[in-house]
């Protein structure tokens, strides 16, 4: 049974690292997840969720497809993210489940943070941006606390690329992923099992 069970898991995670790769590639070339990635992956991961686990099983990958991009898709409402990413954590939610797919997030999310602290460092106005990022975060925070209006001070229209001055620094949040997920993999496997 064990076997089984270490197989089956070889096979999510290997289908969730082969789905970020590919995520991150795109990413990268493209500066986007495109739907054609994305929305196979998911649906994938619920037959095969269905198929090998039954109703419990669709019901736990359901679950994890809709809660494991909940914090992406807040930053893609608030004009900070793109929608690809968050898709994209929705469909490895769908192959890993509700347990893996949250050490997916966190450690996606803490890739995701070094990535943009490194960018910013490495960027020869990272004085302007820290300031900048200082006054978004404290910004952020008192309109979190203003409820509804609040978070309408801070929703943004999206930004036109030829309004674009050069000052915003982005990193292609695929090849996060990506690294978030090998991660992950290793601390389930190495750590958890």
């Known amino acids: 049974m064990f076997t089984a ?10 289908a969730a ?7 991150a590639v795109c990413d990268i070339r493209t500066t986007r997840i ?16 269905a198929c090998s686990g039954g109703w419990p099983g ?27 990413d968050a898709k994209l954590m929705g469909a490895l939610g769908a192959w890993l489940g ?6 997916v997030l966190c450690s996606v999310a ?10 910013v460092l490495a960027h020869p106005q990272r004085r302007t941006l820290c300031s900048n990022l200082a006054s ?22 999206p930004q036109d690329e030829a309004n674009f001055d050069g000052r915003q620094v982005t990193i292609p949040y695929g090849a996060a992923v990506f690294v978030g997920v090998c991660l992950a993999a290793i601390m389930v496997h190495l750590w958890i099992r």
Request: hydrophobic share 55%; glycine share 18%; charged share 5%.
């Open 98 to 103: 509700i347990a893996d797919g949250l050490i």
């Open 136 to 157: 978004s975060m404290y910004l952020y925070g008192i309109a979190l606390m203003g409820g509804r209006k609040g978070l309408a001070i801070i929703r943004t229209e």
């Open 34 to 49: 495109p739907n054609w990635l994305t929305g196979p992956a998911a649906g994938l991961g619920l037959i095969y969720a």
């Open 5 to 14: 069970i270490t197989n089956q898991a070889g096979f999510q995670w290997g």
């Open 110 to 119: 803490a890739v995701g943070a070094a990535f943009a602290l490194l960018r």
């Open 17 to 23: 690292i082969g789905a970020s790769l590919a995520a």
């Open 58 to 84: 669709l019901g736990d990958s359901v679950a994890a497809c809709l809660l494991v991009p909940l914090p992406y898709l807040v930053l893609f409402l608030l004009g900070q993210g793109g929608a690809g």
